[in-house]
């Protein structure tokens, strides 16, 4: 898979998405990142993209660091914000090719919180999703308790298993193959998690899912 031009669709279907919003509509707040409007979240999608381009980008991608992308853009309205994101776009592919493709990840989860936002599904299985997915299930058995027994995560095509075969798990859950990826990106709440459990009691497993802070206190189900 060509990364660099998933980025590339990935960012026209959002500038699709987002290009004749309404200032009302560009209000509306993102349910999976609540403290941000959709107008705020593109504003960090295309900060992200400039700061990585000035080599602004601290590891960890902290609260301060996207914080001021948004505040920075404050006075933008949508149509100034895809038009900057559109001059970035070259430099970063190329900026891509040189040092890696760690903006996919960004790009694709957040293509998905808008959707959310605005009610538009789409773009579930894209080669970005898979992806993103098997990196983070690496991050997410990272996390495990050794000490507890086997969980395993079973979609409908994509299945995975901390010990092996997921018939052997003691702890299964089970959901569409996006909801999981969804969820391995901290995208679905303990009560979905619960909810999607067939097999024991996914309670202790649950802080492994947070691997980009606190689970959802809400349901998502981007649109």
């Known amino acids: 898979m060509d990364e660099i031009a998933e980025w590339s669709r990935a960012q026209q279907r959002v500038v699709a998405l987002v290009a004749d919003l309404d200032p009302e509509r560009a209000a509306t707040t993102v349910p999976a990142c609540p ?20 080599g602004d980008e601290p590891d960890d991608h902290n609260e301060e660091w996207t914080a001021r992308q948004v505040d920075a853009r404050r006075s933008r309205d949508v149509r100034a914000l895809v038009a900057e994101w559109e001059v970035v776009a070259g430099p970063l592919q190329a900026w891509m090719a040189e040092h890696g493709t760690r903006p996919l990840g960004d790009v694709t989860i957040h293509e998905q919180d808008l959707r959310g936002a605005l009610g538009e599904p789409g773009a579930r299985d894209t080669p970005a999703i898979a992806v993103l997915r098997d990196r983070f299930v690496d991050r997410f058995a990272a ?69 980009l802070g606190a689970l959802p206190e809400q349901d998502l189900t981007d649109g």
């Open 143 to 211: 996390r495990l308790d050794p000490a507890l027994p086997p969980i395993a995560l079973v979609g409908e095509q994509w299945s995975w298993c901390s010990a092996g075969e997921t018939s052997g798990a003691a702890v299964e859950v089970r959901a569409p193959d996006f909801d999981l990826a969804r969820a391995l990106v901290t995208r679905r709440s303990a009560a979905q998690l619960r909810s999607w459990t067939t097999r024991g009691d996914v309670e202790p497993y649950l802080d492994a899912f947070a691997l």
């Open 35 to 54: 403290d941000w409007t959709v107008r705020d979240l593109l504003s960090h999608m295309v900060g992200l993209g400039a700061d990585v381009l000035a």
